[in-house]
Nanobody, 126 residues
């Protein structure tokens, strides 16, 4: 089964850009639909962006649409989230997650993701 490790989170200022990565191992990364989630203190974990096996099929939450871009590099088993025009409300722990390889498409249901990383902290100061 796939293991996921996020990296790249750090403290940035409002308006800055940041890219976080998710390295996958132990499985066939290209077979997994993937998602980026985030969880702020005191709030539920929410889906930020998702991508099917096909890179042409993506989803973005309204709160990040036009600012964040999800991408994947199947040759290097890595998922990315490029975040531009960051806002203080983007502060959260960011998690990547993978669906079972049985599923081709992404899901907006958090319970549809079987594999999770440990998260990386993104803090946006005002």
């Amino acid at each position: 089964q796939v293991q996921l490790v996020e990296s790249g989170g750090r403290l940035v200022q409002a308006g800055d850009s940041l890219s976080v990565s998710c390295a996958a191992s132990g499985g066939t990364f290209s077979l997994h639909a993937m998602g980026w989630f985030r969880q702020a203190p005191g709030k539920e974990r929410e889906l930020v962006a998702a991508m099917a096996r096909s890179t042409t099929s993506t989803y973005y939450a309204d709160s990040v649409k036009g600012r964040f871009t999800i991408s994947r590099d199947n040759a290097n088993n890595t998922l990315y989230l490029q975040m531009n025009s960051l806002k203080p409300e983007d502060t959260a722990v960011y998690y990547c997650a993978a669906r079972s390889p049985y599923y081709r498409e992404y899901s907006v249901n958090i319970n549809s993701y079987a594999y999770w990383g440990q998260g990386t902290q993104v803090t946006v100061s005002s």
